[in-house]
């Protein structure tokens, strides 16, 4: 299931794109689970204040208020990962939109074909990285994660402690061999019983600890060193 979002001020827009969307031959209707909104503010409270992600967010640039390239920096601030289509009628806005990482441009005038393309794309991008994400639960959140964007996880007070790269750290009441194991992926290692890295963000290691990419450094049991240093040097061998 593709959850979309669609965000613009006039409603002729908003069900052109639902139209379009639903009229994808290459997708059965029950693919879809659409929302639209008709102002910023009540998208942004979706997916900032009650926390609910997007895989697509189709967000008209010229809005009343607060305006899409503002939108746009508050949701990707709560969902790094979701893919964000502009839609406008205002070419000029092109090279401003590229701050925000958008998936694709969609041209109002073109929105048939130009939508059509995009949200196929994104879709394909979606199913090669569904095996990439996590669902993790807080005591009062729940969120979809890429577990690319795991920096690594510890235990602290019996929580695992989850840090992402944009700096949250979601705390979850999961064991650590428990989260490891969901996550499987041959990138991550296990530094000891209380710790596992994502072997993209380590910049350095010595007999005794790993150094991550924010500078946090954390300790290696002896037990672990031996198939830490092996995993890194073949992750690095790898992309030299």
Same mark, same amino acid.
């Given at each position: 299931?593709?959850?979309?979002?669609?965000?613009?001020?006039?409603?002729?827009?908003?069900?052109?794109?639902?139209?379009?969307?639903? =009229?994808?031959?290459?997708?059965?209707?029950? !693919? &879809?689970?659409?929302?639209?909104?008709? #102002?910023?503010?009540?998208?942004? #409270?979706?997916?900032?204040?009650?926390?609910?992600?997007?895989? %697509?967010?189709?967000?008209?640039?010229?809005?009343?208020?607060?305006? =899409?390239?503002?939108?746009?920096?508050?949701?990707? =601030?709560?969902?790094?990962?979701?893919?964000?289509? &502009?839609? $406008?009628?205002?070419?000029?806005?092109?090279?401003?939109?590229?701050?925000?990482?958008? &998936?694709?441009?969609?041209?109002?005038?073109?929105?048939?074909?130009?939508?059509?393309?995009?949200?196929?794309?994104?879709?394909?991008?979606?199913?090669?990285?569904? %095996?990439?994400?996590?669902?993790?639960?807080?005591?009062?959140?729940?969120?979809?994660?890429?577990?690319?964007?795991?920096?690594?996880?510890?235990?602290?007070?019996?929580?695992?402690?989850?840090?992402?790269?944009?700096?949250?750290?979601?705390?979850?009441?999961?064991?650590?061999?428990?989260? &490891?194991?969901?996550?499987?992926?041959?990138?991550?290692?296990?530094?000891?019983?209380?710790?596992?890295?994502?072997?993209?963000?380590?910049?350095?290691?010595?007999?005794?600890?790993? $150094?991550?990419?924010?500078?946090?450094?954390?300790?290696?049991?002896?037990?672990?060193?031996? !198939?830490?240093? $092996?995993?890194?040097?073949?992750?690095? =061998?790898?992309?030299?």
């Amino acid at each position: 299931m593709i959850k979309v979002y669609i965000c613009d001020d006039e409603q002729l827009w908003i069900d052109k794109a639902k139209e379009i969307i639903i =009229g994808m031959k290459a997708y059965d209707n029950s !693919n &879809f689970e659409i929302h639209t909104y008709r #102002d910023a503010k009540s998208l942004i #409270d979706v997916m900032t204040v009650r926390k609910e992600y997007a895989d %697509i967010v189709i967000l008209d640039i010229d809005m009343p208020g607060i305006n =899409g390239f503002e939108t746009a920096a508050k949701i990707k =601030g709560a969902c790094p990962d979701v893919l964000l289509l &502009f839609y $406008t009628v205002h070419e000029q806005y092109v090279f401003d939109s590229f701050q925000f990482q958008p &998936f694709r441009y969609i041209r109002k005038e073109n929105a048939k074909r130009e939508l059509t393309l995009a949200v196929d794309a994104a879709i394909k991008l979606i199913d090669k990285q569904e %095996i990439k994400t996590i669902v993790l639960k807080t005591n009062d959140d729940t969120y979809k994660i890429n577990i690319n964007s795991i920096m690594y996880f510890e235990l602290l007070n019996r929580k695992c402690n989850v840090y992402l790269s944009d700096s949250r750290v979601i705390i979850v009441r999961k064991s650590i061999k428990d989260l &490891f194991n969901m996550i499987n992926d041959p990138n991550f290692i296990l530094l000891h019983n209380g710790a596992a890295v994502n072997l993209k963000y380590v910049k350095k290691y010595s007999s005794y600890d790993v $150094t991550m990419n924010n500078d946090t450094h954390l300790i290696v049991s002896r037990s672990h060193i031996k !198939n830490v240093r $092996t995993a890194i040097m073949n992750y690095w =061998g790898d992309r030299i």
